[in-house]
């Protein structure tokens, strides 16, 4: 036999005898198909950073942040985390967009909207021009799923509720608790019928989940706002000091998801945040990330320059340290002029 047609069927880990079986023809057809087929070297997930709080200024000296929590989350289950500066110039945001395969909004502490004036912060409207991207481009049949967490989730139902009055006052400050399932997890949600029974059970009957917040989103708003109602399934809810406040949800025509508790906590070992850093409170962490990561392998979008990318990765950023709750915490500092 030709010997590179052998070496050709040994990487197909074809052997001869079953080559007989079939005609070489065949077997060759199928080496070009392999060569022609595109190849996806690498997932990646953009994560919009965070201006420095005051209070974080004492101890770092970036102007910008991303947890380092919320990058080993993305990583845990093959997205490769880079950064989107909050106040990114278009320019500069919508190739970053078209080279990634979703985006994570992570907690935060700012400011979403001016209380008194209702203007935006630069990071909210950053936020709507990439929520835009995501429905623009799914319903051309370009796939971009985002999640938000904590403060991600209320920007992406403040951004859909398209008014400042959805933003609801709520105080459940680094506690756990179960979640009330409103929809059958098993069946009725995209998301959640792909975690496990045990990851499902532990969510809804033990107080695995760890809230850290001082507004939600009341469960109210779904009457109140018809255009909160027709773009998210409410999954769970919670009843906080007597308010019910939408704990889950996920888009019903789009790949947006989101969640007002904290899964990625377990993966920041400060020891005054009171995550469950059990196996299964892992296993919760890692069920939305693989979840996640199933969604965003759904696009082609891939970086074109590895030179640029590696400039663009999280964990290349600068390690920093600040408090999430009082103890400092890793993150990356980032600089964005
Ligand atoms: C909100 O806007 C008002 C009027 O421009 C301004 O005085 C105030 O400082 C703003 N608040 C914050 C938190 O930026
Ligand atoms: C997002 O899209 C809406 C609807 O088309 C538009 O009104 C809004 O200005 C867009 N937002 C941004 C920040 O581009
Ligand atoms: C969801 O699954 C449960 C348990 O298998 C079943 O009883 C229920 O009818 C299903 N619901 C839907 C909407 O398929
Ligand atoms: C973005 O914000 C940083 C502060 O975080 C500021 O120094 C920088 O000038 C801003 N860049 C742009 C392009 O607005």
Partial sequence: MNPILSKLLLLLGLS?????????????????????????????????????????????????????????????????????????????????????????????????????????????????????????????????????ICQGHQLLQLLVAKNTNAFGNSEFENKRINTVFVVDPRNQSKMLSTFSAEVLEEMATQDSLLHLHHHAIPLQDYQEFNSLSNFYRVLSINNINGQMIVSTTEAINYPVYTAQYHPEVVLEPASDINALRTPIGFKIAQAFTNFFASECNKNNHQFKDMNELEKLFVHNQKP????????????FGIEYN
Avoid: C
């Avoid at 709750?325 to 890793?330: D, H, I, Q, S």
């Fill in 16 to 148: 001869l005898y079953q080559v007989n079986s079939f005609s070489i023809f065949e077997a060759v057809k199928k080496a070009f198909k392999v060569k022609d087929a595109p190849q996806k070297q690498l997932l990646t997930v953009g994560i919009l950073t965070l201006p420095t709080g005051t209070n974080m200024l004492k101890h770092m000296s970036s102007s910008q942040y991303i947890w380092e929590m919320g990058d080993i989350w993305m990583r845990e289950a093959g997205l490769n985390a880079v950064y989107i500066p909050y106040n990114a110039t278009d320019e500069d945001l919508y190739p970053i967009l078209d080279q990634i395969n979703g985006v994570f909004f992570t907690g935060g502490s700012i400011d979403l909207y001016n209380y008194t004036t209702g203007v935006p912060h630069p990071y909210t409207v950053t936020a709507e021009k990439i929520l835009n991207y995501s429905i623009s481009h799914t319903d051309n049949g370009d796939y971009f799923p985002l999640l938000g």
């Fill in 320 to 331: 920093e340290k600040a408090p999430f709750n009082t103890e400092l915490v890793n993150l």
